[in-house]
C-alpha cells in the first residue's frame, strides 16, 4: 500500500504541470508520499521518495525522449533510455527528501515538522544537481496572481508555502485517524497565508494590468534551421557554414532595427569561443555588421 501511495505522488504532480496543467492538485500532491514514508525504515523511505520522483519526472518530462530523437537523432528505444535514465537520477532528489522527512519528524517534534520539512525540501530544490531544475511553484504558471508573492520571499517563496499546505493535509489526516479534532486551526491558518498570498498577487498584478504601454519592442528571431545532417559533419566546416548562414539571417534583419535579436538554443553543435577564428565569435557581430 505504501508503495501505491508513493506511485500517487508521482502520478499527483506531473499531472500539475503541463502537459496537464492541473494546478490545484500541487497542494495536496506530496502528501500521499508523506504520509506512506510513516513507520518505514530510511533505506523504505529512500526508495519510496525515489520512485515518487522518478515516475513523476519520467511523465512531466517526457519531452526529453523526443528531443534526443529530433534533436540528436537517436532511435526510439535509445531516447526512451536516456529518459528512463534521467527520470531515475532525478527521483534521487526525492529519495534524499524521504530520508530526511523520517529524521525532522523525530526531531523537529509534533508540530515543528510542519516548518522544518518544508524548508528542507525548498532546499533540495535550489541544491539538488539538475540538467532541467524545475520548482513546485512552476505548476502555478497559469495563475500568476498566486506567485507575486516572489517579489518578497524569492522564487522559492510559494513552493515553500505548497510544501507547508501539503504537511497540513497530513497533520490534519494523522489527527482524524488519531481522533484528536482539534487542529481545524492548522488548516484555517494555511488557508489564510495562501488568501493574504492571493490578495497581494491580485494587487501587484493590477499595477501590471493597468501600467501604461509606452511602446513595444522589436524583436528579430533567427532561425538557420540547422539540420541532424549538419551536426554530424565536421565542426570546423558545418560549424563556419552554419554562423554564416546565421550571420547573413542576422545582417537582415539588422535592417529593421530590432531591440533584440535571439539566435537558436540548440542549433550549434560547437562553442563559438573555441574556434581558432577570432572572428568566429557571435560576441563580434555588431562590431563586423
Not at 144 to 171: D, K, N, R, W, Y
Not at 208 to 232: F, S
Request: charged share 15%; net charge positive.
Amino acid at each position: 500500500m505504501s508503495l501505491l501511495l508513493a506511485l500517487l505522488t508521482g502520478i499527483l504532480t506531473l499531472l500539475c504541470f503541463p502537459r496537464f496543467g492541473w494546478w490545484p492538485l500541487v497542494f495536496v500532491a506530496q502528501a500521499p508520499l508523506m504520509v506512506a514514508l510513516t513507520g518505514l525504515r530510511p533505506g523504505q523511505r529512500f526508495v519510496h521518495g525515489w520512485l515518487s520522483g522518478a515516475v513523476m519526472t519520467a511523465g512531466m518530462q517526457y519531452w526529453i525522449a523526443n528531443t534526443l530523437m529530433d534533436m540528436s537523432a537517436f532511435p526510439a528505444w535509445m531516447a526512451g533510455l536516456g529518459l528512463l535514465i534521467y527520470a531515475a537520477y532525478s527521483g534521487l532528489q526525492w529519495g534524499v527528501f524521504a530520508l530526511v522527512y523520517g529524521a525532522l519528524r523525530r526531531w523537529s517534534g509534533h508540530r515543528g515538522w510542519l516548518f522544518t520539512v518544508p524548508l528542507s525540501y525548498i532546499l533540495l530544490e535550489k541544491l539538488f544537481p539538475s540538467l532541467f531544475p524545475f520548482t513546485l511553484a512552476n505548476a502555478l504558471f497559469e495563475v500568476p496572481v498566486l506567485l507575486q508573492v516572489a517579489e518578497f520571499t524569492g522564487a522559492s517563496g510559494p513552493s515553500l508555502l505548497i510544501m507547508m499546505i501539503a504537511c497540513l493535509f497530513v497533520q490534519s489526516y494523522e489527527d482524524i485517524v488519531r481522533k484528536r479534532y482539534t487542529e481545524h486551526l492548522l488548516m484555517t491558518a494555511g488557508a489564510a497565508i495562501w488568501l493574504v498570498a492571493a490578495v497581494w498577487g491580485v494587487v501587484a498584478m493590477r499595477g501590471v494590468w493597468n501600467a501604461p504601454i509606452r511602446g513595444t519592442p522589436t524583436i528579430a528571431l533567427i532561425q538557420p534551421n540547422v539540420t541532424i545532417e549538419e551536426k554530424k559533419r565536421s565542426r570546423s566546416k558545418a560549424g563556419a557554414e552554419i554562423y554564416e548562414r546565421t550571420a547573413a539571417l542576422t545582417r537582415e534583419a539588422l535592417h529593421l532595427r530590432p531591440d533584440l535579436v535571439i539566435w537558436p538554443e540548440g542549433g550549434f553543435p560547437f562553442r563559438f569561443t573555441r574556434m581558432s577564428d577570432p572572428g568566429f565569435n557571435p560576441r563580434n557581430l555588431n562590431h563586423r555588421y
